[in-house]
């Protein structure tokens, strides 16, 4: 399962913000915890790493992934989109168009 966003700020950075049933219909909840590993060309969420970084906020309703930092706003550079990509035990974050 694949679904295209919109890179969005906060606070000058860029903003990885996921919500909803894509979560929840994908197998994650609210509370679980992931890592990320940040490459050239992808972020990797893993929920399996024993060394979680991060927890998914809101209600078991509406899970929200909510990522920002400098770290974002430089993986992201122009591009205006990036798709998520939910694979079992980790979704993967590549750039979209600039």
Not at 47 to 65: E, L, M, S, V, Y
Request: aromatic letters at 10%.
């Amino acid at each position: 399962m694949e679904k295209l966003y919109k890179v969005c700020t906060n606070k000058g950075n860029k903003r990885i913000w996921i919500e909803g049933k894509i979560l929840i219909n994908a197998g994650f909840t609210n509370g679980m915890t992931f890592s990320k590993s940040i490459g050239d060309d992808e972020i990797i969420l893993s929920f399996t790493d024993d060394n979680p970084q991060h927890k998914i906020a809101g209600t078991q309703q509406r899970p929200i992934i909510d990522l920002c930092g400098k770290y974002l706003t430089a993986f992201f550079g122009n591009s205006t989109q990036y798709k998520a990509a939910f694979n079992g035990q980790t979704i993967t974050i590549t750039k979209g168009s600039e």
